[in-house]
C-alpha cells in the first residue's frame, strides 16, 4: 500500500474515478448446503438464500448530466437483476483520486471503479485481471487501439469506458469582426490574440484550464505541438525536455500577456465552456462534448437561436513546424481484487454486460457529447449524429497520456503543480527539472 499512501498524499488537491465496491463481496449470494442426517427421516431442504450480491461502485461526474444517468442506470439494472444490489456513487473529478485512495487505505476500496488512471493501482496488485471479470461477448466489443492503453507486460487490466478528442474551437463571428484568420502555429495564434483583445477587450481571447481538472492536459497540448513528449521511444521519462521548457514557457507568456481567462489556475473547463458559449472567449481547446454542453445550456435557459454563437472547431496550432496532434483522453473501468467470490465475479460480468449492451452504451456516450469504446458504439453514435461521425474517426489517431505507466498519477499532478507555480512566476526550467528528478531520478 505504500503507493497508494504516497498518492493519496500527492492527490489531496486532486479530482475523478468509478469503483468496485469491497465489503461483503467475497459472500454475497451464496447457499449453504443441507446438513447431512444421522439416519430417520430427511429434513427438509432450507430454502435458498435471499441474500443478494452487493456491487458497489465509484464513478466520475463527468457532467452536468451524470448523477442523474448513473441513478437511473442503477434503477433499472437493480429491477432486472433480483439477486445483485448495484449501488453507484458519483464523485466529482475534484475529489475523486481522494476519496478512492482514502477508501483503499482503509481497506474500503470499492468493487469497480470509472476514472483515468489505473496502472498505480495495478502495480501494488490491488486490480485484477480485465478478463477476469469481463465476458467474452462484450470484451470481443472493444476498439483493440483502446485495450492496449491498459496492457502492462502482456495483461488488460482495465478496460475503457469512453474516449475524448480534443480540438480548438474558435468563434467565427468574433475572428471575423477582429479580422483574424483561424490560426495555425504559435506566431499565429500570439497574433490573433493581440488583435482579438485589441477589437474589444471585454473578450478572452484564448483559454487555458491549468485546474487540477485539465492542467495535465494542458501540459499535453503545448508538448505534443511543439514535437515533444512526456517519454522518449524507450519509455524513459524526459519531463525537462528543452522543448517541454519552451512549449510551458509558451503557454504561461499568453496568460503573462493578457490574453487568456484570468485565472487558469481556478477555472475549469466547464467555466472555460460557459464563457465559450456566452461568446466572452474566442478560442480554447477542448473536447469533442463541446457543442454538447453548449447546446444543452442553450436549451435549459431558452437560449434563443439568434443569441447563439457560430463556432466551428479545427486543428491545434503548432510550433516549428510539427504535425498538429490531437490529444485523445480515455478513462476506464477497473476491478479491484477484493477477495470476490465465483458469484460475485458472475454478476460483475453482468453489470459489465448491461452497461456495454449496444443501444444503452450509446445512449451514455452521447448524454455527455463522447466517443464510444466499442465498434458498435461508432456506429451508433455516427449515425445518430452526423457531427460526430468526424469525431469518431479522429479519435482512433489520437495521442494518449502514458497512462500505463505506475508513476503517471505522480507526473499528472506533477505536471498541473509546475503549471500553477509558474503562473506564480516559478522558473519552468527548475520546475520541470526538480520534477523529473522526482520521478526519474
Known sequence: MKKILAALLATAMTLSLVACGGGNG???????????????????APAPSTEKIDINVIAAEYGQNTKQWWADFQKEFNAANEGINLNVEVVSWNDIYTVVNTRISNDDAPDILNIDVFADYQADDLLLPAKDY?????????????LEQSNIDGTI???????????????????????????????????ACQKIKAYDSSIYPWGIDMTTDEGQAAFAYYIWNNGSDFTDASGNWTLNDPKNVEAIEYAISLVKDGYTNSDPATETRYALQDLFGAGKLAMVIGPNSIPTYIADNYAKANTPESEQINFAFAAIPT?????????????????????HSAEKIEAIKTFFDFFYEDTRYSDWVLMEGFLPA????????????????PWVDIVGSC???????????DVKQGVINVEQQALLGGNVQELLDNLQSQIAG
Open 26 to 44: 467475497g459472500n454475497g449470494g451464496t447457499t449453504n448446503n443441507p446438513p447431512a442426517n444421522s439416519g430417520g427421516t430427511s429434513a427438509p
Open 374 to 389: 466499442t465498434s458498435a458504439g461508432g456506429e451508433i453514435v455516427a449515425a445518430s449524429d452526423p457531427d460526430m461521425a
Open 399 to 409: 495521442k494518449f497520456y502514458p497512462t500505463a505507466k505506475a508513476e503517471w498519477a
Open 134 to 146: 469481463v465476458s467474452d461477448e462484450t470484451y470481443a466489443k472493444f476498439y483493440d487501439a483502446f
Open 319 to 339: 510550433n516549428g513546424g510539427n504535425p498538429s496532434v490531437s490529444a485523445g483522453v480515455m478513462d476506464r473501468f477497473m476491478c479491484f481484487d477484493n477477495g
Open 157 to 191: 487490466w482495465a478496460i475503457p469506458d469512453l474516449a475524448s478528442a480534443r480540438a480548438m474551437y474558435y468563434n467565427k463571428d468574433i475572428l471575423d469582426a477582429a479580422g483574424v484568420a483561424v490560426p495555425t502555429t504559435w506566431d499565429e495564434l500570439k497574433d
